[in-house]
């Protein structure tokens, strides 16, 4: 059975930091991209992050960039998300993803539809 288990998530003020982590286990991911969405209450689930798992390509939401780096460690079979100057609409469920398919080592998706294991999430709050 496939797991990705996050971690990390928690209360924040305003410009405090977190760093989330997801461990994969059941299937390695360390062919596949991986990825962080998150969704806030009464919003659709929206792209954050992702990596490619030869760790050369990384895309990111508008709305972090330059705020937020995401990393893997294929050994582990972990990925993370470093989250600094957070803001309030930041606020919301962090989901963690893997793709099922073995791409190449640049490769990375940014549609959900495109991960086939997702996590059950964590939750960030940043209060104002």
């Known amino acids: 059975q496939v797991q990705l288990v996050e971690s990390g998530g928690g209360l924040v003020q305003n410009g405090g930091s977190l760093r989330l982590s997801c461990a994969a286990s059941?299937?390695?991911?360390?062919?596949?991209?991986m990825a962080w969405f998150r969704q806030a209450p009464g919003k659709e689930r929206e792209f954050v992050a992702t990596?490619?798992?030869?760790?050369?390509?990384?895309i990111y939401a508008d709305s972090v960039k330059g705020r937020f780096t995401i990393s893997r460690d294929n050994a582990k079979n972990t990925q993370y998300l470093q989250m600094n100057s957070l803001k309030p609409e930041d606020t919301a469920v962090y989901y963690c993803?893997?793709?099922?398919?073995?791409?190449?080592?640049?490769?990375?998706?940014?549609?959900?539809?495109?991960?086939?294991?997702w996590g059950q999430g964590t939750q960030v709050t940043v209060s104002s």
């Open positions: 990596i490619s798992w030869g760790r050369t390509t990384t």
């Open positions: 993803a893997g793709a099922s398919l073995t791409t190449a080592r640049s490769s990375i998706y940014v549609d959900p539809l495109r991960y086939a294991y």
């Open positions: 059941g299937r390695t991911f360390s062919t596949s991209p």
